[in-house]
């Protein structure tokens, strides 16, 4: 029997998106990233209002909370035309009509819409810290049994379920499913703002975030942001000059795959002129 994919979700979302802040409840991709938000939470707080004389981290969050005094509200949800004083609280707004649960229990893997409704339901789990089950491998704990065997397969490499299509291996039955529509070409995840479709959930997330405006992602050189951490990872080769792709025909080398690509078209169109010519 396979398993529901609302149980699996967490689990692909540890793979896709694998550093946790257990404060606050976001994840990260990339271990760089994931410490300078650790800092957050333990930095001295600088900027003080001085309305009221609450201090903050950074001169953003004085910002945010001086619209409290001020009353100003200019983020808008443009579904329902409701205003708020700060961007997030409108990015958990707009999750509201999608319906949209990015933020997940790692013990029950139930799913919340915001990290302060999950930093709330986390403390329904403490008369039940001493009965869960340990992961040996990263000490990562869970309710049940079986969603430790699970995440198991990330530290065994266990790919159970096969593609009867293209015969490639996954390890849990949702991701073969997700897989399976690249050939059927569904796309059930809905955009409820602008109608757009998509085959994964995880990009329906993503597009989320160009109405919500939110871009996590941001460059240390020139201060750039981006919503996917592969975009900055792409735009970081503006600034290194690194060029990972070389053809293996001539030698040159591309910052971008897909560059690579197009490039590679050009000795097959010259090998299939001297072909021509051969003829």
Do not use: W
Not at 12 to 21: D, F, G
Not at 47 to 54: D, V
Not at 60 to 66: D, I, M, V, W
Request: with cysteine.
């Amino acid at each position: 029997k396979g398993e529901p994919e609302e149980l699996c979700s967490s689990q692909e979302e540890e793979q896709l998106i694998p550093y946790l802040c257990y404060t606050c409840g976001k994840r990260f991709t990339d271990s760089s990233a994931f410490k300078r938000h650790l800092a957050v939470h333990s930095k001295e707080k600088s900027y003080s209002c001085k309305t009221c004389g609450k201090s903050f981290i950074t001169n953003s969050r004085l910002t945010a909370h001086l619209r409290t005094h001020t009353g100003e509200k200019p983020f808008s949800c443009q579904t329902c035309g409701k205003s708020f004083s700060e961007r997030g609280t409108l990015t958990s707004h707009i999750r509201t009509h999608t319906g949209e649960m990015p933020y997940s229990c790692s013990i029950c893997e139930r799913r919340y819409k915001d990290a302060s409704a999950l930093r709330k339901h986390r403390k329904s789990h403490s008369h039940v810290r001493d009965k869960l089950y340990s992961c040996e491998t990263c000490g990562k704990t869970f309710l049940r049994s079986g969603q430790l065997s699970r995440h198991s397969r990330i530290h065994s490499g266990e790919k159970r379920y096969s593609c009867s299509t293209c015969g490639e291996r996954f390890n849990y039955s949702s991701v073969l499913k997700r897989h399976m529509r690249m050939h059927t070409s569904e796309k059930p995840y809905s955009c409820q703002l602008c109608g757009k479709s998509f085959s994964q959930n995880g990009n329906l997330h993503f597009h989320m975030k160009t109405h919500t405006g939110e871009k996590q992602y941001s460059c240390q050189l020139c201060g750039k942001s981006f919503i996917r951490s592969h975009s900055l990872v792409m735009h970081n080769r503006t600034h290194t000059g690194e060029k990972p792709y070389t053809c293996e025909t001539c030698g040159k080398s591309f910052r971008h795959r897909s560059a690579m690509s197009v490039h590679m078209r050009t000795h097959m169109k010259t090998h299939l002129n001297q072909e021509q010519q051969q003829l």
